[in-house]
């Protein structure tokens, strides 16, 4: 097959790699070389300097859990701090993910508020009336009775889905974009997977270790299971057993994704979507649209609110853009549309709360999660 036109040969090479290797990414094999070498054909070498060199060029890998496996919900949140509680943010923060489930968090711009991301227990647990539908939506509001907080607000979701880039869209050789808005404005429907959750399939079956090697990957998708043994103090083959037969075969680990996370010459935006009070039409279009963009990192659903999401990392010079392929797509559902940008600088991701499962169940007691943030907070 002769080169695209337009294209020299090595960036038609590097496009073929891209192309070939996300397969291989989104069934881990990008993290054993020597298995990917095998699988792609080439030699081992080459495959670990043209995996360098997709890194170098702001590519990443990050593995995707399925957390309600985990008996764990997503919740998008606005949080508006007191005087009191920015003097001292950071540690409000990390006790917020000791003790209130927080996964994530970001400055919005402008303003001093946080977009904030939870993984909330969905059974009921320990002293908690309400599960799901009540412990967070609690917990906020005594903060900020506690004067921690000034305002709150959150959205449980119904399901959330992780995005692969859209590879003709990237020039790997000069890690730039390269995107055709008239081509994305004709596009139809991009195929919709791992929305909808099967009745059932929340049951728990996962221990501690299960959920550490699942914390250990949500940091670093490429880490060795080697390393992973000798950070958690067990033996590889312990670790192995549990990967393999537990967190893979259990479906805990959805998938890895190859996301593009910008470089020191190519500054980004990250920039999250979101509209409120969708109807069942104006979500299917919203998410048909907003899964074209070509570096969307993620996106969420509350069915029952019509609440939607999505989380993008976009190049800078690609912004507007952006805005105008939004605007000209959306019509009328663009009025519901709401841009929060968030500061990467200031992004903290908390790992998975694993001291809080205890006796094979989440703990969550909102009443001693505020009790703890507050009297930690003082010292």
């Known amino acids: 097959m002769g080169d695209l036109p337009g ?18 990414v989104r069934l881990g094999g990008a993290r054993n070389i020597v298995e990917l070498a095998k699988s792609l054909g080439t030699p081992v070498e080459t495959t670990r300097y043209k995996v360098k060199g997709m890194l170098r060029r702001g590519l990443k890998i990050d593995a ?7 008996g764990l919900v997503p919740h998008y949140a606005h949080l508006d701090l007191t005087e009191r509680t920015r003097a001292n943010e950071k540690k409000f ?66 399901w959330e889905k992780n995005h692969m880039i859209q590879p003709e869209y990237f020039d790997l050789k000069r890690g730039s974009w390269k995107i055709d808005w008239v081509k994305l404005r004709r596009e139809t429907n991009i195929p919709q997977r791992g929305e909808a959750k099967a009745e059932g399939e929340n049951q728990i079956q996962f221990d501690e270790l299960d959920l550490m090697i699942a914390r250990e990957l949500e940091s670093d998708a490429l880490a060795r299971l080697s390393d992973i043994a000798g950070g958690l103090r067990t033996t590889l083959n312990n670790i192995f057993y549990h990967f393999h037969k537990h967190v893979l075969e259990g479906k805990y680990l959805e998938e890895f994704v190859l996301r593009w996370s910008g470089t020191q010459k190519q500054p980004t935006v990250c920039a999250q979507f979101e509209f409120e009070g969708l109807s069942v039409a104006e979500e299917k279009t919203s998410r048909n649209i907003l899964r074209r963009i070509p570096y969307l990192w993620s996106d969420a659903l509350s069915t029952d609110t019509g609440f939607y999401t999505a989380l993008a990392m976009i190049p800078q010079e690609q912004y507007l853009e952006t805005l105008y392929y939004l605007s000209s797509t959306l019509g009328e559902t663009a009025q519901k549309l709401e841009i929060c940008l968030v500061d990467s600088r200031t992004r903290q991701v908390f790992p998975l709360p694993v001291h809080l499962y205890k006796d094979s169940m989440w703990r969550f007691d909102p009443e001693e999660s505020a009790r703890q943030i507050t009297s930690r907070l003082r010292r």
């Open 7 to 24: 294209m020299s040969s090595s960036q038609t090479s590097a496009r073929n790699f891209l192309d070939m290797i996300i397969p291989e």
């Open 64 to 70: 995707c859990l399925d957390f309600s496996k985990f």
């Open 93 to 158: 923060f990390k006790l917020l993910a000791d003790h209130g489930y927080l996964a994530s968090c970001a400055r919005r711009l402008p303003g001093t508020g946080y977009a904030c991301r939870f993984l909330v227990p969905a059974q009921k647990t320990g002293k908690s009336k309400g599960g799901v539908a009540g412990s967070l939506p609690r917990l906020l509001r005594i903060l900020m009775e506690e004067k921690l907080l000034q305002h709150a607000r959150a959205h449980d979701v119904s």
